[in-house]
């Protein structure tokens, strides 16, 4: 039997057979400092990810490439077949000519990164927790020398220097995009510590080979909190932390979740609040509910869909200033991993028409509204998570500067997709509950003293 104790910022769970106590605390969600916002580059970016086409005219489209696939495999191009691939392309505005998507494009880089200790000792890497992916992967030692050489700032892990790791013979993983963007390597075991939580023998992802665009990246990794059924080892997927966590009870069986608090650079004068950004796992933070008026009792879930792998729920309505906008039959993921949120396209029209001054650039492939529009010329905007209706923070909407005068919003077209995409954009209004054991999605909708609508950092 576990006990779960929640002292401030700080849980603690005491377990009568084991005669110990496990202390919890948050694991701090970090800015960093080295990161541009850039619209039009996060845009491409999860064009990359969730590899949709655009419904919204741009400089951004999906063609076809042949590639040869050859006996030994698409890098020996020797006899076999060809056949059709759909890349992302990219048009010049000016010749009309079209050619490939670089890593120039697209934004490479994570906003916020959180600390996860690795091995024995234990050593600490600054990973990118996304709940739309399932693989847990990091820089290692196994890299190209040419590559190390120019990992400034990052920490990697050495297998030989941890009396914990294990190699994990005959599996390898890989992680590709439309651009031929590519992070691959070799697996192993080892112990991991999050948020106080040690979780052993969990599968680590070690980068063999990082293409460009991974190497711009300025964490060490990435922490995949979907579902396991997503994780690409091969010849057999690999169990993420959470899943872990739950097998080895190593956490309440109540309490089988995480949690996440998404702050903003626009609330670091918030008194109570401060900006702040973090993940707890085994526990739900009181003092985050305590602050939004809500009980733990009082928590509203909603069953989620798992069978794609990820956090997806119902969201059949949306609403702009009070007016719905019906959308039956739709679905949305919740994405840890995605600065933006990305709708349907009706919605999106509807609300960009309630912003005034507001226009669809075409060269930017995204909305974009004046930079002085105040908080209360912004629209109230609610997505339904289930049955009930959650608000976008008014100063979430403008996500980073464009043109001269306006800003890139935070809302954008999800192409031909058939469900949403609720990024930071979106989490940031919410306390975001991902309870794994009971399969649902919980929502606590955050209140702002203020809405800080300045234009942001270019």
């Not at 690999?238 to 626009?266: C, Y």
């Not at 933006?340 to 009706?346: A, K, N, T």
């Not at 912003?355 to 905007?381: E, N, R, W």
């Not at 999800?414 to 991902?434: E, N, P, Q, S």
């Amino acid at each position: 039997m576990h006990t779960t104790i929640i002292t401030g910022n700080q849980a603690f769970i005491t377990g009568n057979a084991i005669m110990a106590s496990t202390q919890l605390q948050r694991i701090e969600r970090i800015h960093n400092p080295e990161y541009k916002r850039s619209g039009p580059k996060s845009y491409v970016y999860l064009l990359h990810k969730y590899h949709f086409c655009p419904t919204m005219e741009g400089p951004y489209f999906m063609g076809s490439k042949m590639e040869q696939q050859g006996k030994h495999g698409v890098d020996h191009a020797v006899g076999g077949k060809a056949r059709i691939q759909q890349v992302l392309k990219k048009k010049d505005p000016t010749s009309g000519q079209t050619g490939d998507v670089t890593a120039e494009d697209q934004q490479n880089d994570s906003e916020y990164i959180c600390p996860v200790t690795i091995g024995t000792p234990g050593k600490t890497f600054k990973l990118d927790f996304d709940t739309g992916s399932a693989d847990l992967w990091i820089w290692s030692t196994e890299l190209p020398s040419s590559t190390k050489s120019s990992a400034k700032g990052h920490t990697l892990f050495d297998p030989k220097q941890s009396s914990t790791f294990k190699a994990t013979t005959g599996s390898s993983w890989k992680i590709s995009y439309g651009d031929n963007s590519s992070a691959s390597g070799t697996v192993g075991t080892d112990n991991i510590v999050l948020g106080g939580l040690t979780v052993k023998s969990q599968t680590i992802e070690l980068a063999k080979t990082l293409s460009a665009q991974f190497q711009q990246d300025t964490s060490d990794g990435l922490l995949g909190l979907a579902f396991g059924s997503i994780n690409t080892v091969t010849p057999k997927p690999a169990k993420t932390p959470v899943e872990n966590m739950i097998l080895q009870s190593d956490i309440p069986k109540d309490m089988e979740l995480f949690t996440a608090h998404l702050g903003s650079w626009r609330d670091a004068s918030d008194p109570g609040n401060e900006g702040k950004s973090f993940y707890t796992f085994g526990y739900i933070d009181q003092p985050t509910l305590t602050a939004a008026g809500v009980s733990e009792s009082n928590i509203y879930y909603t069953p989620i869909d798992n069978s794609q792998g990820f956090w997806m729920f119902n969201s059949a309505s949306a609403s702009v200033n009070g007016t719905d906008v019906p959308r039956t039959g739709n679905t949305a993921i919740a994405d840890t991993g995605t600065t933006l949120c990305l709708i349907d396209d009706v919605t999106c029209k509807a609300i960009y028409a309630a912003i005034p001054g507001a226009k669809y650039d075409a060269t930017q492939q995204g909305y974009i509204f004046p930079d002085s529009t105040t908080a209360d010329q912004l629209p109230t905007v609610t997505f339904a998570v289930g049955d009930k209706q959650f608000a976008i923070q008014k100063e979430a909407l403008g996500f980073a500067a464009a043109e001269s005068g306006f800003v890139y919003g935070g809302i954008q077209s999800r192409g031909d997709m058939t469900f949403d995409i609720l990024g930071d954009v979106f989490l940031k209004g919410v306390y975001a509950i991902f309870d794994q054991g009971n399969t649902r999605f919980g929502c606590v909708q955050r209140i702002l003293p203020t809405q800080n609508t300045s234009a942001p950092p270019s």
